[in-house]
């Protein structure tokens, strides 16, 4: 069998939701929390090997929540994303609060990745069909030794991705006619507006983008050599900050465009018709936890998900 693994960042600061853990908020009929149904998902179709990325200042709330109880049933590994992880000779911006981002996420996660991983947020919920076809895709095509990168990703439709509560991020993608990724735009504040999003750019122009627009949900599957380029990127990230840029982050769809654009990787979009929700606004959680109940009473899960 071969080696796959979920990595989870779970070391978001949860600010828009008020300043709670968000990640680590109930939703499901027995105290669920969205990472249960991922995990639930991600070894349903195969993967077999857990590691979270989190904060060292979260670490016990954490494994009380929901890490020790994930340990009794696969292999689990702990990475830590903090401010002052830097390459040598670099030192943390004395005003700098915000992540550097999940391109560095991942990058803490790097002594504990050796095998194709799939990458995924903390408080999204992707449903089925993207582990599914993401860990089929490692399996039987991934070329992990290709110069040329070899990536997958779960491409949501955008009508199936927005919250009812407020704006949020999206990687708008471009796919050609045979389903392989023409380039990445982060676009922020997207609200529906009849058959179109409305959202701004990097400098704050206003976009539109039409609901039924691939878009990347930080769903990425990677091979383990993909975290040497992110060694290599990182100090190039940091060297390209203009002084005083505390709030700049070194984001994977970013990192993957430019990739793309260069040549230097190949990604091929599977869709999934899967109807994303997550708790990005305080909001958004009795709708996250009618979501799931309405799932359970189909049958999709269990009433309770895992053993206590």
Request: a negative charge; proline letters at 5%.
């Amino acid at each position: 069998m071969k080696n796959t693994a979920l990595v989870i960042m779970a070391a978001g600061i949860g600010s828009r939701f008020g300043g709670g853990i968000k990640q680590l908020e109930p939703v499901g009929p027995s105290g669920e929390i969205i990472m249960d149904y991922s995990i639930h998902d991600a070894l349903e179709a195969g993967f077999n090997k857990i590691v979270f990325i989190i904060r060292k200042d979260l670490e016990e709330d954490f494994k009380e929540i929901i890490g020790r109880r994930i340990e009794k049933i696969a292999p689990v590994e702990y990475a830590y994303q903090e401010l002052t992880d830097l390459p040598a000779g670099y030192e943390k911006p004395a005003d700098r609060t915000k992540p550097w981002g999940t391109g560095q996420a991942i990058l803490c996660a790097k002594q504990v990745i050796h095998e194709p991983f799939i990458v995924i947020n903390a408080d999204d919920y992707y449903g089925k069909e993207g582990f599914k076809k993401i860990h089929e895709y490692m399996v039987n095509q991934m070329d992990t030794e290709s110069e040329v990168f070899d990536i997958c990703m779960g491409g949501f439709i955008l009508g199936n991705t927005l919250s009812e509560n407020g704006g949020v991020t999206r990687g708008v993608c471009q796919v050609d006619d045979n389903g392989v990724l023409i380039d990445v735009t982060e676009t922020y504040e997207l609200q529906k507006d009849g058959d179109v999003a409305r959202g701004r750019d990097d400098d704050g122009n206003p976009v539109e983008v039409p609901i039924g627009q691939h878009v990347s949900m930080n769903m990425w599957g990677l091979a383990p050599a993909f975290l040497e380029e992110l060694e290599r990127g990182f100090p190039v990230f940091l060297d390209g900050l203009k002084e005083g840029d505390i709030k700049t982050e070194y984001l994977l769809p970013r990192i993957i465009d430019r990739l793309v654009r260069a040549g230097r990787a190949r990604v091929t979009v599977l869709e999934t018709p899967d109807k994303w929700f997550g708790v990005t606004y305080r909001e958004d959680k009795p709708t996250v936890a009618a979501a799931i109940q309405e799932l359970v009473a189909d049958g999709v899960y269990p009433e309770k998900l895992f053993a206590r």
